[in-house]
């Protein structure tokens, strides 16, 4: 499935690693990019969505509705 994500609070590249690590820990084979910019995150993922969005908020971002 493929995700498309806004998430608030990423600033720099730092975060950008927290939140792929975040995906990749839930799913390892998850295809993951980040746009720092426009603040999306899309993610390749068999996993459900709500999961990786679980997994970002648990990492201290915020998924917007
Ligand atoms: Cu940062």
């Given amino acids: 499935m493929q995700y498309q994500f ?3 609070g ?3 590249g730092h975060c950008e690693r927290a939140v ?3 995906v990749r820990e839930v799913d390892t084979d998850a295809v993951v990019k980040v746009d ?5 995150v ?3 993922s068999d996993k ?4 990786i ?3 970002i908020t ?3 971002y915020k998924v917007a509705a």
């Fill in 36 to 40: 720092l910019a426009t603040k999306q």
């Fill in 42 to 44: 899309s993610v390749e």
């Fill in 53 to 55: 969005a679980n997994a």
């Fill in 48 to 51: 459900a969505r709500e999961v």
């Fill in 20 to 22: 792929v690590h975040a």
């Fill in 58 to 60: 648990e990492e201290g």
């Fill in 10 to 12: 990423m600033t720099c």
């Fill in 6 to 8: 806004t998430v608030e």
